[in-house]
């Protein structure tokens, strides 16, 4: 019996964080650049033969990979990347990887994130603009350009989010390892007067936290059903002693 409290313990944690992770989505389900966690579990087993039992782990979380779709702005300071590539901005955090493109430029003529952080070239530098020639016009390939002359480009990195990734700020992850430039690949590119929405699709999130909620009252149920087995079990044997 005290296996299957276990058991039933170990899922509802499973599904707490399963939970965590779902309404976290739903909040940022108009993120712009946010990309949806998921969570992947898997069987801890304890014991061998005949008296081994199986309990659900904790889970590992991973970012999904699906592209949001793209929405026109008109806004010469906005940036969408086309393809499977990250911005770079630097923070107190160090340099964090983001899909959200919604950059200014302050009066110095610094390209700048919408948290105010800057943003990076491909060699890892502050991208500077001049003030005075107003917005840049972005290639494809993320070449910036004022009176027709090439004065930066934006920077577009390759990095693996790994399992248990952090996050920073509206959209941005922390990357546990330095991210490489992209370089010479003709399936990334930047729209300019574009940004990425989330990726997150909230009738499906929806639908997956009904499941979760009906999965962790299951689960509580069989939990009090246990507890009264036990209960019974403890007068049936105090009551014969």
Do not use: C
Not at 8 to 16: D, G
Not at 111 to 136: C, F, K, Y
């Amino acid at each position: 019996m005290q296996d299957s409290l276990y058991v039933a313990l170990s899922a509802q944690m499973a599904l707490e964080r399963r939970l965590d992770t779902i309404a976290d989505n739903v909040a940022n389900a108009n993120t712009v650049g946010f990309r949806a966690t998921g969570v992947k579990f898997e069987d801890m087993v304890s014991g061998t033969g005949q008296k081994s039992v199986s309990f659900a782990s904790s889970g590992k979380t991973y970012l999904s990979g699906a592209h949001g779709s793209l929405t026109e702005t008109g806004n010469p300071f906005d940036f969408a990347i086309q393809g499977d590539a990250w911005f770079a901005i630097d923070t107190p955090a160090g340099t964090v990887m983001t899909r959200d493109g919604r950059f200014s430029m302050n009066e110095n003529g610094e390209l700048m994130s919408i948290e105010g952080h800057p943003v990076l070239d491909a060699g890892g530098a502050p991208i500077q603009l001049d003030p005075r020639n107003g917005p840049p016009k972005a290639g494809a390939d993320g070449s910036l350009r004022q009176n027709d002359q090439l004065v930066g480009s934006i920077g577009l990195y390759n990095f693996d989010p790994g399992e248990n990734f952090v996050r920073y700020g509206n959209s941005g992850i922390v990357p546990a390892r330095t991210p490489e430039p992209v370089t010479d690949r003709s399936d990334v590119g930047i729209a300019q007067g574009f940004v990425e929405e989330s990726n997150v699709n909230p009738v499906l999130e929806m639908t997956r936290l009904i499941m979760v909620q009906r999965a962790f009252e299951n689960t509580a149920a069989l939990m009090r059903q246990t507890d009264s087995s036990t209960d019974e079990a403890i007068k049936t044997l105090g009551s014969k002693s």
